[in-house]
């Protein structure tokens, strides 16, 4: 079992940068794959990036690469996403997520997810 809590979303302009964190618990942490998903108003949720249990592998949404940086340090349990050079489409809600295998891009292939921390973008 994994619990998620997600936290750093906020307001910001467009061209800024923000870092979300991702809290876990549970002692086989360090064995998911983690992901990052964000659900627009009115939209379905959507891939943004994932890592491997080790970091050593990384995958992102052809719209952020480039911009953000998916990290995790598991000695700490957490998980962090970089967002810069924001843009007005990337508001949403952020969601993290775990799964237990590498890789997995759409939200039906996770296990666990936290309640999302909320990311707007102004223009």
């Known amino acids: 079992q994994v619990q998620l809590v997600e936290s750093g979303g906020g307001l910001v302009q467009a061209g800024g940068s923000l870092r979300l964190s991702c809290a876990a618990s549970?002692?086989?942490?360090?064995?998911?794959?983690m992901g990052w998903f964000r659900q627009a108003p009115g939209k379905e949720r959507e891939f943004v990036a994932a890592i491997s249990w080790d970091g050593g592998s990384t995958y992102y949404a052809d719209s952020v690469k480039g911009r953000f940086t998916i990290s995790r340090v598991s000695a700490k349990n957490m998980v962090y996403l970089q967002m810069n050079s924001l843009k007005p489409e990337d508001t949403g809600v952020y969601y993290c997520?775990?799964?237990?295998?590498?890789?997995?891009?759409?939200?039906?292939?996770?296990?666990?997810w936290g309640q999302g921390t909320q990311v707007t973008v102004s223009s």
């Open positions: 997520a775990a799964r237990r295998y590498w890789r997995g891009i759409t939200s039906g292939e996770y296990d666990y």
């Open positions: 549970g002692r086989t942490f360090s064995s998911y794959a």
